[in-house]
């Protein structure tokens, strides 16, 4: 067909599936019906019973005080605060807590010595420790969670480990992951050893992002200590762990990708993390970091970092840093042992 015998529109157009334009009808008794019908009028609810109770989403004062005390046993103390404003039946619930934290705040400050005197001796740098670990029991007999973490601290680093126990235990069943960690530490620690119990610590604590029970966790999966290996899950631990700022996880994460145990093997990946943990100051990073840059040819560097490894207390790495000394000069040497000198730890602020 040429184009002057075609006809435009064609003769019977189909319509568009869809189109944004209304449908209006040809049919004027069809749109009359529609125009006067009427569409049913939905029947009200029913009422509520008479005896029903009243709910509302702000009724704070129906939540029993015991509860609303275990629940913020383990926060801070802001939160505590912040939550005693709610209303006056949470502010009077939440007294005996806020007293707890204001007990632990200075019982902390006498344990690290802001509130402590300078020039004390000391028996009177004991007298302030004594006086802030019965700062903590009091606050810890008024519920706080936190105040039973340092009580049991406190008690272990004593020599006292059963009431360092029972105090961490207190802390854990009221949910604070530090309290969890120390009390799983505790039972690796026992004798004989509790594996599995304090493996079943550790869960909650890791889960809960305290980088210390990752990191504990990961050691005993990847030992099937307390639980079956599996070397998959401890790498998994390990990085959440050193991605929280756990140098040892750090190295290890870096073992992990350079050996494929856990990880698909990567050098790239294990060359970043083990610089990480080097720059934090591990002591086998230092030296293995030390020992990577001496076969690349860069000798200043490496003996930095053999040296650094010595002061840390890394014996095998004395023996390759008197090599290198041997093999360069003393100026070139005495760089390296100044950059060694003004070298700082990169600070890492490790989730609790």
């Not at 004027?28 to 989403?57: L, M, T």
């Not at 001796?121 to 519920?143: I, N, T, V, W, Y």
């Not at 360092?164 to 530490?185: D, F, I, K, T, W």
Request: with cysteine; proline share 7%; charged share 25%.
């Amino acid at each position: 067909m040429d184009a002057a015998s075609r006809t435009w529109p064609p003769p019977n157009p189909s319509p568009a599936p869809f189109s944004s334009r209304l449908r209006v009808s040809s049919d004027p008794q069809r749109r009359r019906r529609r125009r006067h019908s009427k569409k049913p009028k939905p029947e009200p609810p029913a009422p509520p019973p008479k005896n029903a109770p009243v709910c509302s989403g702000a009724d704070f004062e129906s939540l029993p005080p015991e509860l609303l005390h275990r629940a913020l046993s383990a926060v801070g103390a802001a939160d505590v605060s912040a939550a005693s404003r709610a209303c006056r039946s949470w502010r009077d619930a939440l007294q005996p807590l806020r007293e707890a934290a204001a007990l632990h705040a200075h019982g902390r400050r006498l344990k690290h010595g802001s509130a402590v005197p300078a020039g004390l001796d000391g028996e009177g740098r004991e007298a302030a420790r004594q006086s802030a670990l019965g700062l903590f029991k009091r606050a810890a007999r008024l519920g706080s969670a936190a105040a039973m973490v340092d009580a049991g601290l406190m008690c272990w680093e004593e020599g006292q480990r059963e009431e360092a126990v029972g105090y961490y235990q207190a802390a854990s069943e009221l949910g604070h992951p530090v309290g969890m960690c120390n009390l799983g530490v505790s039972y690796l620690e026992a004798d004989p050893p509790q594996a599995e119990e304090a493996v079943r610590w550790f869960y909650p604590a890791a889960s809960a992002g305290n980088v210390r029970a990752q990191y504990n966790l990961a050691l005993c999966l990847q030992n099937g200590k307390g639980i079956k290996r599996n070397q998959r899950e401890a790498a998994k631990w390990y990085l959440r762990a050193a991605e929280g700022g756990n140098v040892r996880a750090m190295y290890n994460v870096s073992l992990c990708y350079s050996f494929g145990e856990g990880f698909t093997q990567d050098p790239v990946r294990a060359k970043k993390w083990l610089q990480l943990a080097a720059d934090c100051g591990h002591r086998k990073a230092l030296y293995e970091s030390g020992i990577k840059l001496c076969a690349t040819g860069d000798k200043v560097r490496s003996l930095m970092y053999l040296e650094l490894a010595t002061r840390h207390g890394e014996s095998a790495a004395s023996h390759m840093r008197d090599v290198i000394l041997e093999s360069l000069s003393p100026a070139i040497a005495q760089r390296a042992l100044s950059d060694a000198d003004r070298w700082r730890p990169k600070c890492l602020s490790a989730r609790r």
